[in-house]
């Protein structure tokens, strides 16, 4: 694999996993809009797996998706082993509580997240690779189209199965899509600085 495209996996693997471990803290931003702390980072991932499809077709893409789902199952499942294990006595309770408040997400949050993200993810490797199978021309136009579908499936199926019976959920859904389709908006440019190349072939690989 070309060093370039290493470096494009790793960021995305990367801030895959930072903005789950940033998510757990709201801000309200201009307008009154509340969104978790990770919406910025984690919007950026959608146009980076858009750039590793470029570079490694759409079942290379699909593999990196299926790597950073373990990754991110890995993280939760191994911060709560570190919120279920008996601290030091010099950490104390309020340490512990403390540790236990932000980094031992619910299950329910953690569940939502899994579930939007590889639903929301395989659906925008697959409508990046058509667009560029089917009409070839316009790059910054299949990253626009297929971000923006992917990120109103991520917002709606995340909120819902997180927020539903507890919080309105439109108005949660309408402000992470607003925030997500501005960081795409901004991150397209992105799309020129990887040179689109014939992708490394892969096992049962269609394109």
Same mark, same amino acid.
């Not at 408040?101 to 925008?124: C, E, F, H, N, P």
């Not at 490797?125 to 990120?151: D, H, K, M, P």
């Given at each position: 694999m070309p060093l370039d495209s290493i470096l494009i996996v790793g960021l995305y693997i990367a801030c895959e996993l930072i903005a789950n471990t940033t998510a757990s803290k709201p801000v309200t931003l201009p307008g009154n809009i509340i969104v978790p702390a990770a919406v910025f980072i984690y919007a950026l991932t959608f146009t980076l797996i858009d750039l590793v499809n470029e570079r490694l077709g759409k079942q290379g893409a699909r593999y990196v998706v299926y790597t950073a789902f373990l990754a991110n199952?890995?993280? /939760?499942?191994?911060?709560?082993?570190?919120?279920?294990?008996?601290?030091?006595?010099?950490?104390?309770?309020?340490?512990?509580?403390?540790?236990? !408040?932000?980094?031992?997400?619910?299950?329910?949050?953690?569940?939502?997240?899994?579930? /939007?993200?590889?639903?929301?993810?395989?659906?925008?490797?697959?409508?990046?690779?058509?667009? !560029?199978? !089917?009409?070839?021309?316009?790059?910054?136009?299949?990253?626009?189209?297929?971000?923006?579908?992917?990120?109103?499936?991520?917002? /709606?199926?995340?909120?819902?199965?997180?927020?539903?019976?507890?919080m309105p959920v439109l108005p949660l859904i309408g402000g992470q899509y607003t925030v997500k389709m501005i960081v795409t908006l901004v991150s397209i440019p992105l799309i020129y600085t990887v040179k689109a190349r014939q992708p490394q072939q892969f096992p049962n690989s269609t394109r």
């Open positions: 199952l890995l993280l /939760a499942a191994y911060t709560q082993l570190a919120v279920w294990l008996p601290p030091a006595p010099f950490y104390g309770e309020e340490g512990q509580d403390a540790f236990a !408040r932000v980094m031992g997400s619910t299950w329910r949050i953690v569940v939502a997240s899994l579930t /939007a993200y590889l639903v929301s993810t395989l659906i925008d490797v697959q409508v990046f690779a058509w667009w !560029r199978e !089917r009409i070839g021309r316009y790059r910054w136009a299949r990253v626009l189209i297929s971000n923006a579908i992917s990120t109103l499936i991520d917002s /709606a199926v995340f909120i819902t199965i997180a927020f539903w019976g507890v």
